[in-house]
């Protein structure tokens, strides 16, 4: 399966972005899909994640101006942030998970500027 994000760019602060990640493969629906986020040196963490049925949840930094969607008819995961802050700034992943299937994307990078 191959992962592949998209949507990174240069901000400023305020200001969206979309972020994209589409997966190979014709099991999509099936996957626990989640966005994470993570600078040098720091820990990865979980930003937004929704399952299959459509249910998310979301770090308490980017509730509410972030959002998370999936299209299973194009296998594709969505990630719309908006009111952007300089904090967001990372290297955004996509990850997809059904029982033992793991995979990851290899990111793409976000720069908020101040």
């Known amino acids: 399966v191959q992962v592949v994000e998209s949507g990174g760019g240069l901000v400023q602060a305020g200001g969206s972005l979309r972020l994209s990640c589409t997966a190979s493969?014709?099991?999509?629906?099936?996957?626990?899909l989640t966005w994470y986020r993570q600078n040098p040196g720091k820990q990865r963490e979980s930003v937004a994640a929704?399952?299959?049925?459509?249910?998310?949840n979301y770090a308490d930094s980017v509730k509410g101006r972030f959002t998370i969607s999936r299209d299973n008819a194009k296998n594709t995961v969505y990630l719309q942030m908006n009111s952007l802050k300089p904090e967001d700034t990372a290297n955004y992943y996509c990850r997809l998970q059904y029982l033992t299937l793991d995979y990851w994307g290899r990111g793409t990078q976000v720069t908020v500027s101040s």
């Open positions: 929704i399952t299959r049925s459509g249910s998310t």
């Open positions: 493969g014709s099991v999509f629906n099936l996957y626990a």
